[in-house]
């Protein structure tokens, strides 16, 4: 086996990384990182110390390969797939780079902020913080949606690293902040991103996780 993965189903950055190692037939063992395991988290530290998943192990060249859109550029060095993750003429690579940043940033982070807050105890809880990660999430839409008309995929029409940010991004941005009756365009965008069979796959594999996605407290 040349390459091993460590993440967890659940974890939106590792869903990412699948897409891409799906999209390309890549074969690698699956590590599971288990935080409520002081043993596991010590492997995983030992391996990148900054202990963010997902993290890649490419056995053969003797590499670790952290952080989602490194992996996949890593992985367009390596892989002789169908799909080349960033395209190789400038302008359309800064394009797919742009959108991978646009959607990790503007609404992944957002995103998983109002989830994180969640996960508070009652004392600490920071509702203000909440409310600006909302508002950051429907201006991140309406960029979007503005962004998609034409377009089939996120950077045009080939499917892209920024697709592979885009989808567990707003997968998840649309539990937290619904957007589908609002924005048309970005729906339709997320429904061919559900529908493609990388993604259908990790969606697939994360059910018996789903459990584990912190829900919004009750109000009294």
Not at 3 to 8: K, L, S, V, Y
Not at 22 to 36: A, C, I, M, R, S
Not at 138 to 147: D, F, H, I, T
Request: with cysteine; net charge negative.
């Amino acid at each position: 086996m040349t390459f091993r993965f460590h993440g967890h189903p659940l974890s939106s950055f590792c869903w990412k990384a699948l897409i891409a190692l799906y999209e390309t037939d890549t074969p690698f063992e699956y590590v599971l990182v288990d935080f409520g395991d002081p043993e596991s988290v010590a492997r995983f530290v030992a391996l990148w110390p900054m202990a963010k998943m997902p993290v890649l192990e490419d056995v053969e060249r003797g590499l670790v390969v952290p952080e989602s859109s490194v992996l996949i550029e890593h992985l367009d060095q390596v892989q002789n797939g169908a799909t080349r993750f960033v395209p190789q003429d400038p302008d359309a690579a800064r394009e797919v780079r742009l959108w991978d940043r646009f959607y990790d940033q503007y609404v992944m982070a957002p995103m998983q902020a109002v989830v994180a807050d969640r996960i508070r105890p009652e004392g600490v809880r920071d509702p203000f913080g909440v409310e600006q990660s909302r508002a950051a999430l429907l201006r991140a839409y309406g960029v979007a949606e503005a962004a998609l008309q034409g377009r089939v995929w996120a950077a045009g029409e080939d499917f892209t690293l920024a697709d592979c940010a885009a989808a567990p991004a707003l997968h998840y941005a649309d539990k937290v902040q619904p957007f589908t009756a609002t924005h048309p365009a970005l729906a339709a965008y997320l429904e061919r991103l559900r529908a493609r069979p990388s993604f259908a796959r990790v969606l697939v594999e994360a059910e018996p996780y789903a459990h584990m996605f912190p829900q919004e407290p009750a109000t009294a």
